[in-house]
Nanobody, 123 residues
Framework: QVQLVESGGATVQPGRSLQLACSVSGFIFSRYPMAWFRRKPGHQREQIAVITTRGGTNYVDSVKGRFTLSRDDAKDTLYLQMTELTPDDTAVYYC?????????????????WGQGTQVTVSS
């Protein structure tokens, strides 16, 4: 049974940093590209960062230069280091394995998502 467990969310002031973690089980983590997604209030879930099995990363423009994605295959854990947080980063953050569906686009692998972790950026 696949499990995705996100943690590390908190309420922080603008400009602060947070590190999220995603611990997985039920599949061979090292064999999958992984991604972080987020769902802002009133919006659909969006993919914000992808890391390949070789450690290559890609980010959406809104987080590029502020967020850093990494993975520890020995611990089956995915990380997201977030800096210079703004209120626009307020969202529930999720992780999932992903696979390429063509034209540089990725789709999540597991339909059973984790609970996510809430990040609130507010003064």
């Amino acid at each position: 049974q696949v499990q995705l467990v996100e943690s590390g969310g908190a309420t922080v002031q603008p400009g602060r940093s947070l590190q999220l973690a995603c611990s997985v089980s039920g599949f061979i983590f090292s064999r999958y590209p992984m991604a972080w997604f987020r769902r802002k209030p009133g919006h659909q879930r969006e993919q914000i960062a992808v890391i390949t099995t070789r450690g290559g990363t890609n980010y959406v423009d809104s987080v590029k230069g502020r967020f850093t994605l990494s993975r520890d295959d020995a611990k089956d854990t995915l990380y997201l280091q977030m800096t210079e947080l703004t209120p626009d980063d307020t969202a529930v953050y999720y992780c999932n394995a992903v696979h390429l569906i063509g034209h540089g686009k990725w789709r999540w692998v597991w339909d059973d998502w984790g609970q996510g972790t809430q990040v609130t950026v507010s003064s």
